[in-house]
Nanobody
């Protein structure tokens, strides 16, 4: 069992950058694959990126176009999402998730076992 809390969201202009953080509590953080998802008003949840428990493997949705980077620091119990060249269509609530399986499992399921509360990202034109 793990608890997740996202931070780092905010309002930025198109072309700007944000770095999201997800802090985990509990003693099993290093055993989980981690992922980021997003959900815009009136739309379904969308997979963004995932990283293996060791940090050795990552997977990204096509729409990031090399703009986003996921990373983790197990010593700090934290996973990050660096977002560059932001576009208005990136506006959404961003959620981090932990999963006992693999990053492939997170992508296929479009879900995780545990969820944070979300952080709002708004990109203005």
């Amino acid at each position: 069992q793990v608890q997740l809390v996202e931070s780092g969201g905010g309002l930025v202009q198109a072309g700007g950058s944000l770095r999201l953080s997800c802090a985990a509590s509990g003693r099993t953080f290093s055993s989980y694959a981690m992922g980021w998802f997003r959900q815009a008003p009136g739309k379904e949840r969308e997979f963004v990126a995932a990283i293996s428990w060791s940090g050795g493997s990552t997977y990204y949705a096509d729409f990031v176009k090399g703009r986003f980077t996921i990373s983790r620091d197990n010593a700090k119990n934290t996973v990050y999402l660096q977002m560059n060249s932001l576009k208005p269509e990136d506006t959404a609530v961003y959620y981090c998730a932990a999963d006992k399986g693999t990053i492939a499992t997170m992508y296929i399921r479009n879900s995780g076992d545990y969820w944070g509360q979300g952080t709002q990202v708004t990109v203005s034109s």
